[in-house]
C-alpha cells in the first residue's frame, strides 16, 4: 500500500516535470505578450512582466485584421478537415475490410503523393489553381489540404479499422445487414477514437500550412492564420510582443477546442467499451 | 468465402463496393497531386532556368549526375538522415511515453491530454521563431536557464556552432512533434481491448510481462504508419530550418529540402531544383518501402 | 432506405462544399476584384475610364504609402489603386511573385522588387522595359546608384521608389569622432567595451542569408576590392583576402552570436544601448529615437569605415526598393502614371516626411522639409551617392549564395580568407560564363 502511494507520488512529479518542459515555450510566450516593450529586450530576459501590458494584444487585433485571418483559418481547416476524414473513412474501411484487388497499390499511390516535397508543387500547383480560378478562394487550400492529408489520413483510419474485432461484423452480416449498413452503425461508433485523433492530425496540419497559403490567397481577406502573423514583422524589425501576442490568440481555441472534445471522446470510448 | 465476396442485401458485388468507397480520395489525389508530380518529373530532365525559359532544352539525366558530385548535395543528404533518425527516434520514445501515461486513469488525465497537444497546434512558423529567441545568446532564456543551473559559465550561441545548431532544430522538432506520435499512440493503446490484460493478470503475467506480450505487439501497426508519416516528414524538414536558421551556420543545417527550395526559389534553377526534389522522393520511396514491408509482416 | 441515408449525406457534403466555394467567391468581389476587372477594361483604353490597377508590395510599417495613394488617387480619381500587401521579408515576397509571375499571372500590375531582382525578373521576360516611359533625361533627376541596379541589357526595367544603404550608426555620447578607419572602428570599440562603458564594440549582420552579403561587401569594396569587372570576377585580389580578415577581426568585439545576427538582433541591443557601433539600414533611425529606445538623442549617424587600401571613404552597400510593371498587366499605362506619380517629387516628399524612406531623387535631399523631418538625411547622402550596387546578373541569387556560404565557413573558422576568396571567385566565374 505503502509502496503504492510513493510510486504515486513518483509519478506525478514525472509527469510534473514532463509538462513544464511541454508547457514551458508556451508559457513564456504568454509572458513575452504581456511584457512592456521597455521590458521586451532585457539582458537576462525576465521571467514576469514587470507590469500587465495589454498593448501587444490591442495592437495584435488592430494593426491587421486578425479576426478574419482567425475565420479563414478555422473555415479552411474545419472544411478540409470533414472532407478529409469523410472521404478516407470510406476508403479506409474498404481497404481494412473488403476484399478487393489492388489495395497495396492504392496505399503505395496514396503514401508516394505525401512524400513530394512541398516546396516542389507549389508552382504546378499554382498553375493549375490559376487555370481553375480557384486563386484566392478558400476551395483552392481546401482542395489542396485535403490532397495533402488524405494519406495519413487514411493510413491511419485503415490502422484502426483493422484493429476493430471482426466477429461484430460477421454478426451483423448473419443477419443481412448490407457492409455499407455495418459501417456506418457497427464499424464508425467502434473507431471513434481512431477518427477523432485523425481529424486532430489533419485539423492542425490545416491550421499550420504556409507555403501554399502564401502563394495562393494574397487577399488579406483571404489570409489565414499563419500568413497573418508574417505580417506582423517590419523589413528589420522584429515587434516581439505583437508576434507572441498573436500566436497565443492562434493557440488558445484551440485548447479549447480538444477540452470541449475531450469529453465526447472518453464519453465515446466507454460507450464503445459497453457495446462490445 | 462466397457469402462474404457479394452482398444479398443491396446487390452490389463486395469488390465494386469496395472500389467505389475508394474512388472518392483517388479523385482528389489525382486530380491535384498527379499533374504536379509529373510535371516536376519532367523539369527534373531539362535545365530548366527561369531567368531563360525558351533556352531549355532536354538534357537527360545530366542534373541527377551533377547532383551526385556535388559535395553540398551529399552535405545536405547526411544532415537530412542526421535530422530524421535522430528527430525521429527521440520523438518515438518521448511520444510512447506520452501515450503511456495518457492512457493511465489518474487525476488531471484531461489537462495533461490538452497540454501535449499546444506544442503541436502552433504552427511551426511562430515555434520555430519561439524557439529561435529562446536559443538567441543575449536574450534567450536557455542560457539564463543553464546559467542559473550552473551548466555554462557564460552565454553560448547554439544556433551560431556548427557543433550545436542541428541539435537545436532537431530539440525544437522533437517538442513541437512528439505530441503527434503520442496521440496516435494513445489511440492505438485505446483499442486494445482491456480484457487481454485483465486475463493476462489472472494468469500471472507482471507488468512488464504484460507490456511486452500484449502492449507492443498490438500497438505494432499503429506505431508503424505512426513512424511512417513522422518519418516522412521530418525527411522533408523546411519550415523549421528556414525560420531557425537558413540553412547556416557555413550550410550545416542545410537539409534537402532546404536545398531544393534554394534552388526553386531563390536560383530559379527548375531543372535542378527539381532533381532534387525527386531524389527526396526516391530516397523517402525507400523509406517506407521498409515501413511497408514490416507492416506486412505484422498483418500476417 | 440506406442508399437514400448515402445520398443524403453525399449531397450535404457536396451543397457544404459548393456554399464554401461560393463563400469564398463573394468574398472575391466583395473587395474590387482585380481577376475580373481589367479584362472588361483593357479594350477600351479611354481615360475617362475608370481603371483599377493592384499594387503589391511588403507591408508598410509606416503611415507613407497610405498617403501616397491617398494622394495619388486624389489627383488621379479615374484610377483605382488595390493595395495588396505583402509578408515583409523579401524572401516570402520573391516567392508568392515568382510563383505568380511564372504561371503568367496578370493580378497584379505593378510590383514592388528588391533592388536585386530586376535583371532577374527582366531576363525572365515577367516585367516590361520601360526605356518608352522613362527617358534618359527623366533617369538624371535620379540616385545614380539605384538607376544603374534598374538597367539590365541597357534597359531600363524598373523606377526607384527609395533607397537604402549600409551606414554605421555611434553612440555620440561615448564617441566624439565617428572612426574613418575600420582600424579606429575596432580600437575606439575595444576600448570602451575594455572601460565597461558598453558591453560589446560593434554588431552587424553576420548570419548566413542576404544581409551578410551587404556586410561583406562593404568591407571589401572599401578596401579597393571588386567582384565583378565588366564581365571578368576580380574578386581574387591581397584586398579582397584583407578586407576579409579585417571583416573577422569584428567579431572579437561582437557578441558570440553574431554570427545568427540579423538586422533586428543588433538593432534592439543597440538600442538597449549595451553596444558602442551598429552597421545598420538608415531606416532603424526612427526606432533608436523613439521613447522605448536607451539610446535616444545619443546616436550619431555616419559613413561606412574604409580599409587601408580603399579609396578616400567607405563604401556602404546599396539596398532599396523599386517599382516595375508587369508584361501581363492589362492597364500598363495607368501602371505608369502610378509609378509616375509614386516617383515623383510630391510623393517622394510624403514618403520621406511620413516614413522616413531615403528618397530617390536628388534634389529632394535639399529640400527643406524633408531634411526638417528627417536631420540625419543630410548627413547620408554623401554616403548614398558612393553606395554601390551588389552586381547585377539574372543569377545574382546564386552569386549571392556562393558569397554566403563561403563568407560564413570563413567566419566559423572552416576555411581561411584566401580559400574563401578563391572559392566564390571561382564559383561566381562559372556561375557567370553558364
Not at chain 3, 483599377?52 to 498617403?67: H, L
Not at chain 3, 575600420?182 to 575594455?194: P, Q
Not at chain 3, 492597364?331 to 516626411?353: C, L, R, S, V, Y
Request: glycine share 6%; hydrophobic share 45%.
Amino acid at each position: 500500500m505503502r509502496k503504492d502511494k510513493l510510486s504515486n507520488i513518483f509519478f506525478y512529479i514525472g509527469v510534473a516535470i514532463f509538462m513544464v518542459i511541454i508547457v514551458f515555450p508556451f508559457y513564456w510566450q504568454i509572458i513575452t505578450s504581456f511584457k512592456p516593450p521597455e521590458q521586451l529586450w532585457n539582458i537576462p530576459p525576465e521571467w514576469w512582466p514587470s507590469r500587465f501590458y495589454l498593448g501587444s494584444y490591442i495592437s495584435a487585433f488592430t494593426k491587421r485584421p486578425f479576426l478574419t485571418y482567425l475565420k479563414n483559418s478555422a473555415i479552411v481547416a474545419i472544411s478540409t478537415t470533414a472532407l478529409a476524414v469523410f472521404v478516407t473513412s470510406f476508403a479506409g474501411y474498404a481497404l481494412a475490410r473488403l476484399h478487393f484487388k489492388g489495395k497495396n497499390v492504392i496505399l503505395a499511390l496514396a503514401l508516394s503523393v505525401s512524400m513530394f516535397p512541398g516546396i516542389a508543387i507549389v508552382s504546378p500547383l499554382f498553375l493549375m489553381m490559376k487555370q481553375w480560378n480557384l486563386l484566392n478562394s478558400y476551395l483552392g487550400l481546401i482542395l489542396t489540404y485535403t490532397t495533402i492529408t488524405i494519406p495519413l489520413s487514411m493510413w491511419n483510419l485503415t490502422t484502426f479499422f483493422r484493429t476493430i474485432p471482426a466477429d461484430m461484423e460477421e454478426a451483423a452480416k448473419i443477419d443481412g445487414a448490407s457492409p455499407f449498413y455495418t459501417f456506418v452503425k457497427i464499424i464508425l461508433p467502434l473507431a471513434a477514437p481512431g477518427i477523432f485523433t485523425t481529424a486532430i492530425l489533419v485539423f492542425i496540419a490545416a491550421w499550420n500550412e504556409f507555403l501554399f497559403a502564401l502563394t495562393f490567397n494574397t487577399k488579406d481577406a483571404l489570409r489565414t492564420v499563419p500568413v497573418g502573423i508574417a505580417m506582423f514583422p517590419g523589413e528589420y524589425t522584429l515587434p516581439w510582443g505583437d508576434i507572441s501576442a498573436a500566436s497565443v490568440v492562434v493557440v488558445l481555441p484551440l485548447i479549447v477546442m480538444v477540452l470541449l472534445f475531450q469529453r465526447r471522446i472518453i464519453s465515446g470510448l466507454t460507450a464503445g467499451a459497453v457495446k462490445g | 468465402m462466397q457469402k462474404r465476396r457479394s452482398i444479398k442485401s443491396t446487390g452490389i458485388p463486395e469488390n465494386v463496393l469496395g472500389y467505389l468507397m475508394v474512388t472518392p480520395a483517388l479523385l482528389c489525389i489525382l486530380l491535384i497531386a498527379i499533374f504536379p508530380i509529373i510535371r516536376t518529373f519532367s523539369l527534373s530532365l531539362t535545365d530548366m532556368k527561369m531567368q531563360f525559359p525558351d533556352a531549355a532544352k532536354y538534357i537527360g539525366l545530366n542534373n541527377y549526375m551533377k547532383l551526385f558530385k556535388d559535395e553540398r548535395f551529399w552535405n545536405a543528404t547526411y544532415n537530412t538522415l542526421f535530422f530524421t533518425i535522430v528527430s525521429v527516434a527521440m520523438e518515438l520514445v518521448i511520444g510512447f511515453a506520452m501515450a503511456l501515461v495518457m492512457n493511465m486513469p489518474f487525476k488531471g488525465r484531461g489537462l495533461v491530454r490538452a497540454a501535449v497537444l499546444v506544442p503541436w497546434a502552433i504552427p511551426t512558423t511562430i515555434s520555430a521563431t519561439m524557439w529561435k529567441f529562446m536559443y538567441h545568446d543575449q536574450f534567450g532564456v536557455l542560457n539564463d536557464i543553464l546559467l542559473r543551473l550552473g551548466l555554462i559559465d557564460q552565454y553560448k550561441s547554439w544556433l551560431g556552432s556548427t557543433l550545436s545548431a542541428l541539435w537545436c532544430a532537431i530539440i525544437a522538432d522533437v517538442w513541437k512533434t512528439a505530441p503527434f506520435m503520442g496521440l496516435l499512440l494513445l489511440a492505438g493503446l485505446q483499442t486494445i481491448p482491456a480484457e487481454l490484460y485483465e486475463s493476462a493478470t489472472v494468469d500471472g503475467a507482471g507488468k512488464i510481462r504484460r507490456f511486452f506480450n500484449i502492449t507492443v505487439p498490438l500497438i505494432m501497426p499503429t506505431m508503424l504508419v505512426a513512424l511512417i508519416f513522422r518519418t516522412l516528414d521530418a525527411f522533408r524538414v523546411f519550415d523549421l530550418i528556414f525560420v531557425m536558421t537558413g540553412g547556416g551556420p557555413g550550410n550545416s543545417t542545410e537539409t534537402l529540402s532546404m536545398y531544393a527550395y534554394t534552388m526553386l526559389f531563390r536560383n530559379l534553377d527548375f531543372g535542378l531544383g527539381s532533381a532534387i526534389a525527386v531524389l527526396i522522393f526516391i530516397f523517402v520511396f525507400l523509406i517506407s518501402l521498409i515501413y511497408i514491408y514490416l507492416l506486412n509482416i505484422q498483418n500476417d | 432506405m440506406r442508399t437514400k441515408r448515402l445520398l443524403v449525406f453525399l449531397l450535404t457534403v457536396a451543397v457544404l462544399v459548393f456554399m464554401l466555394s461560393a463563400c469564398g467567391s463573394s468574398e472575391k468581389s466583395g473587395d474590387n476584384s482585380t481577376e475580373s476587372q481589367p479584362e472588361e477594361k483593357a479594350s477600351e483604353s479611354k481615360s475617362e475610364e475608370e481603371v483599377t490597377i493592384t499594387y503589391a508590395r511588403g507591408k508598410d510599417t509606416t503611415p507613407a504609402t497610405q498617403k501616397m495613394l491617398e494622394a495619388f488617387e486624389n489627383k488621379y480619381p479615374n484610377i483605382k489603386v488595390n493595395y495588396q500587401e505583402m509578408p515583409p521579408q523579401s524572401d516570402q515576397q520573391h516567392n508568392a511573385f515568382v510563383t505568380a509571375l511564372s504561371a503568367g499571372d496578370d493580378s497584379v500590375d505593378v510590383y514592388r522588387l528588391d533592388i536585386i531582382w530586376p535583371s532577374e525578373f527582366a531576363s525572365a521576360g515577367w516585367i516590361l522595359p520601360l526605356d518608352d516611359y522613362f527617358s534618359e533625361e527623366e533617369r538624371e533627376e535620379f540616385l545614380q546608384g539605384p538607376i544603374q541596379g534598374c538597367t539590365y541589357n541597357g534597359s531600363i526595367y524598373a523606377v526607384p521608389l527609395y533607397t537604402d544603404a549600409g551606414v554605421l550608426y555611434y553612440r555620440k555620447d561615448l564617441i566624439p569622432n565617428p572612426p574613418e578607419t575600420w582600424d579606429e572602428l575596432y580600437s575606439i570599440g575595444k576600448k570602451l567595451m575594455d572601460e565597461g562603458k558598453v558591453e560589446y564594440g560593434f554588431v552587424f549582420q553576420a548570419n548566413q542569408y542576404e544581409g551578410l552579403v551587404c556586410n561583406v561587401l562593404e568591407y571589401i569594396h572599401s578596401n579597393g576590392g571588386k567582384v565583378i569587372d565588366g564581365s571578368n570576377v576580380v574578386l581574387n585580389s591581397e584586398n579582397a583576402i584583407e578586407a576579409l580578415n579585417i571583416f573577422k577581426k569584428m567579431l572579437d568585439i561582437a557578441p558570440e552570436g553574431v554570427t545568427t545576427y540579423i538586422e533586428n538582433d543588433g538593432g534592439v541591443m543597440f538600442q538597449e544601448g549595451k553596444v558602442a557601433f551598429m552597421r545598420n539600414w538608415p531606416s532603424w533611425w526612427s526606432n533608436l529615437n523613439s521613447d522605448e529606445s536607451a539610446v535616444k538623442g545619443k546616436v550619431g549617424v555616419a559613413p561606412i569605415p574604409k580599409g587601408p587600401n580603399g579609396d578616400a571613404t567607405g563604401k556602404a552597400t546599396l539596398g532599396g526598393w523599386n517599382l516595375a510593371i508587369n508584361k501581363n498587366s492589362k492597364n500598363k499605362d495607368a501602371a505608369w502614371t502610378f509609378i509616375e506619380f509614386m516617383t515623383g517629387e510630391e510623393a517622394q516628399k510624403i514618403q520621406a516626411i511620413e516614413g522616413g524612406f531615403l528618397p530617390v531623387r536628388q534634389n529632394l535631399y535639399k529640400d527643406a522639409d524633408v531634411i526638417k523631418a528627417n536631420p540625419h538625411f543630410e548627413s547620408m547622402y554623401d554616403a548614398l551617392v558612393n553606395a554601390l550596387p551588389r552586381p547585377v546578373s539574372p543569377f545574382y541569387p546564386k552569386i549571392s549564395e556562393s558569397i554566403q556560404i563561403n563568407t560564413h565557413k570563413f567566419l566559423m573558422g572552416e576555411i581561411d580568407a584566401k580559400t574563401a576568396v578563391e572559392n566564390m571567385a571561382k564559383e561566381i566565374q562559372e556561375i557567370l560564363e553558364q
